[in-house]
């Protein structure tokens, strides 16, 4: 029925132009973002999942350049490392030639010279080998483990103790028991020291600190430099003193309180994903070389022994720093792997499909026109309508 109160066929013609300019608006929009999702009403699920991808993928960025920096702070490291097991290996040879019986007083003197400017230098190639402003060898770093080593005198016997250890912390050498325990107001390892160098005959319960996570006390001489260690488990069973390098009579020897804390590094999108970056202090005193002396024969073969031993503490080191550095390395290119297939994941669910969105603009620009030139032809309705009434 023709009126012209009401223009129907207009009111239709300009909805149909609002939704198809609508259209066309979110075409541009998805286009010009190169997204499909520039609302969250295009896609709620969609947005939610990316967004989670887009997160996880920039903590992987960043844990790729974290395994980054800790390949190099442990190829630096282990640049320094080496250098000192060069001049171990060098001080091993100034006492092996003083300790032989072909040099004179004199000639020792003049190895010993040497031979203290190389312990001086240990301690220097510890103290320079830095990595952001951080020495790494001398244990101040926050990757360093802390490690002390205090000088004692140890008396025992040349014989077989019983020793026994239980689940308690109990450790027992000849009916002397030593407990190992983290309270406060235990006995610390100096103190140990001290009751031990009264003799293994004597009674009595003794308690001291467990510094390290292992449970495990280690003592090194300076005689021999043999180690020996007693963990603690259900074991029972007879160590011979000597292979502890406590001999008859009163030794000379170390023991090492070991803090294997370092520094956690995050690789990964989660905070539980970290490889824990640990270097051991390489300074003179931590490797036990700081109180040799070569200047006389017997020292000289008592030096041997323990260069033997502080030899192998650095290629352990350099080992463990290597293997350290084969993880990151190997757990990088895990990362690059998961960013790639995060980053096709996020695409196929965000990225708006170029050929297709460019298709529905078209059709949109089309229907606008469209809609355009029925709005305007509805318009004119009412005006020939008007035309039979003149």
Do not use: C, W
């Amino acid at each position: 029925m023709p009126v012209i109160s009401t223009n129907t066929a207009a009111n239709t013609a300009v909805r149909y132009l609002n939704m198809n300019s609508s259209d066309q608006s979110e075409s541009l929009a998805k286009l010009a973002s190169g997204s499909s999702i520039t609302k969250a009403s295009d896609d709620a699920a969609g947005l939610a999942i990316a967004t989670r991808i887009s997160s996880d993928v920039a903590a992987l960025e960043q844990a790729s350049t974290n395994s980054s920096h800790g390949i190099s702070v442990l190829q630096t490291a282990d640049g320094g490392a080496a250098n000192v097991s060069d001049i171990l290996e060098r001080m091993k040879t100034l006492a092996s030639q003083s300790a032989s019986g072909t040099v004179t007083d004199s000639e020792r003197a003049y190895i010993q010279a040497e031979f203290e400017q190389l312990q001086e230098e240990i301690d220097g190639i510890a103290e320079s080998t830095r990595y952001n402003g951080q020495s790494l060898l001398d244990g101040s770093s926050d990757f360093s483990d802390d490690s002390t080593k205090t000088a004692a005198e140890v008396t025992g016997a040349n014989a077989a103790a019983t020793v026994t250890a239980d689940t308690d912390g109990i450790i027992s050498i000849n009916g002397i028991e030593i407990e190992l325990t983290t309270d406060d107001t235990s006995m610390t390892v100096d103190e140990m020291v001290d009751l031990i160098n009264d003799g293994l005959q004597a009674e009595g319960e003794y308690t001291i600190t467990a510094t390290n996570d292992s449970g495990t006390l280690t003592l090194t001489t300076l005689d021999t430099g043999d180690d020996a260690s007693i963990t603690l488990a259900d074991v029972s069973g007879t160590l011979n003193l000597a292979t502890l390098g406590l001999t008859a009579g009163t030794t000379t020897g170390t023991t090492t309180e070991v803090d294997t804390t370092g520094a956690d590094i995050v690789v990964g999108s989660s905070s539980a994903d970290t490889i824990n970056l640990s270097i051991p202090e390489l300074t003179a005193e931590a490797l036990g070389i700081a109180d040799l002396d070569v200047s006389t024969a017997d020292g000289a073969k008592e030096a041997l022994s323990v260069l033997d031993m502080a030899i192998d503490e650095v290629s352990n080191a350099r080992a463990e720093m290597g293997a350290t550095m084969s993880r990151f390395e190997f757990r990088s290119a895990q990362i690059d792997t998961s960013i790639e297939n995060l980053d096709a994941a996020q695409s196929a669910i965000a990225d708006v499909d170029i050929a297709k969105e460019q298709a529905a603009l078209s059709a949109a620009s089309v229907k606008v026109q469209a809609a355009v030139a029925a709005a305007s032809q509805a318009n004119e309705m009412p005006e020939n309508l008007l035309s039979l009434i003149r």
